[in-house]
Every structure is written in C-alpha cells, then in structure tokens.
C-alpha cells in the first residue's frame, strides 16, 4: 500500500530519506524523480549519511523533499523528527512519511510508538506544515489479522495466499457493510505535508 501511495507522487528537486538507506527494499525506490536521492540512518549502509534522530536537530542542506518512512514509531523523541523535516525543507517542501498502527512491534532497534492520524496531523500543524493529507492504509480488519500472522503463514506459499485472499474478500464485505471500517481499523497512515515558508 505505500508503495502504490509512493508511486503516485512526483517529486522535483532534491530528496533526503531520512531513516533510509539504499537498497532494494526502500520504499523511496518507486518515486518518479528526477534527482538522487541522499539517504541518512543511525546505522548508514551503502554511502548514506550517519544522523541520529533522536538529538539531531538541524542538517546542513536544504531539500524539496523529505521522506520519513516507517521512522517516527523508531525514535522516542518523535517531534525531533517532525521538527527537523520542517528546518530541513526549502520553501514549498515536501513531507512524506508512513508509520503503522496495528502492526506488531519491529524493533529497529527500538520500537516505541504508535500514532493515530489525529496526532499525527495535530503534531505536523503544530510544526508549522499546512495543507496536510493523510490516507489510511488498510483494507480493514481482517487484513490487519493478516498482517500480524503472516510471518508464519508465508513459509507456506499456497497457505499464505488462501488466507490473504479470504482477509480481503471479507474485508470488501464489511466494507460495503460499514464504511468506517477502513478507517477505524488503520494497519498505518501515509502522510503529506508542506511547508510554505
């Protein structure tokens, strides 16, 4: 789901993957772009920059882009990151950014937080961002049932694919059922915001 999110944006202009690293799993990889993207991590890999989300306050460089993927439930002084995204952005920047909700917890090393898109939105404002988006991502519960028993249920191929496709035909029922269910059971958020000054 943030990867069809991710692929719907086109950025220009510079990008900083905070919390990222180059490799094939990266998310940032599906951005229509026209520019190289500069990754930074507490633990760089592959040329990225070192930065500690926790104390960092301020980067040298300015970006068109920032994206914070899966990074704010990582780092206990999450406004750190929400404050430096805005420091780090040039006028009419972009935010990007993606955090679960009914996930199971990833240490990574540390897993500390999850957010509700009400915080989320308050936190960004709060910064100074405007014209802040913020989609669900989730087909429902059944698929966040899923998501938590399918690091078992992968190692059985034709398995896996059965209850994944059973979660999302009742999820599409309860849908049509309710059409809150999406919305009141989050498997996380993908998130925009943009700076203006």
């Given at each position: 789901?943030?990867?069809?999110?991710?692929?719907?944006?086109?950025?220009?202009?510079?990008?900083?993957?905070?919390?990222?690293?180059?490799?094939?799993?990266?998310?940032?990889?599906?951005?229509?772009?026209?520019?190289?993207?500069?990754?930074?991590?507490?633990?760089?890999?592959n040329g990225a920059l070192f930065i500690d989300l926790e104390i960092t306050n301020n980067v040298e460089e300015k970006f068109d882009n920032i994206f914070a993927m899966n990074i704010l439930e990582h780092v206990k002084n999450y406004k750190n990151i929400i404050h430096l995204s805005?420091?780090?952005?040039?006028?009419?920047?972009?935010?990007?950014?993606?955090?679960?909700?009914?996930?199971?917890?990833?240490?990574?090393?540390?897993?500390?937080?999850?957010?509700?898109?009400?915080?989320?939105?308050?936190?960004?404002?709060?910064?100074?961002?405007?014209?802040?988006?913020?989609?669900?991502?989730?087909?429902?519960?059944?698929?966040?049932?899923?998501?938590?028993?399918?690091?078992?249920?992968?190692?059985?191929?034709?398995?896996?694919?059965?209850?994944?496709?059973?979660?999302?035909?009742?999820?599409?029922?309860?849908?049509?059922?309710?059409?809150?269910?999406?919305?009141?059971?989050?498997?996380?958020?993908?998130?925009?915001?943009?700076?203006?000054?």
């Amino acid at each position: 789901m943030q990867i069809i999110e991710t692929m719907k944006i086109i950025t220009n202009g510079s990008i900083l993957d905070l919390g990222g690293n180059e490799n094939v799993n990266n998310v940032t990889n599906f951005l229509i772009k026209d520019t190289k993207i500069i990754y930074a991590d507490k633990f760089p890999k592959n040329g990225a920059l070192f930065i500690d989300l926790e104390i960092t306050n301020n980067v040298e460089e300015k970006f068109d882009n920032i994206f914070a993927m899966n990074i704010l439930e990582h780092v206990k002084n999450y406004k750190n990151i929400i404050h430096l995204s805005y420091n780090a952005l040039n006028k009419n920047g972009l935010l990007v950014g993606t955090t679960p909700f009914m996930f199971g917890v990833h240490r990574s090393p540390n897993d500390y937080l999850r957010f509700t898109d009400q915080l989320i939105k308050e936190e960004l404002e709060e910064a100074g961002f405007v014209d802040v988006k913020i989609k669900t991502l989730s087909y429902g519960f059944f698929s966040n049932v899923y998501s938590l028993i399918c690091n078992f249920t992968k190692k059985i191929p034709f398995l896996n694919v059965l209850i994944i496709s059973i979660c999302l035909f009742l999820d599409i029922i309860f849908y049509r059922i309710n059409r809150n269910f999406r919305k009141n059971y989050p498997l996380g958020y993908y998130f925009l915001a943009s700076k203006n000054n």
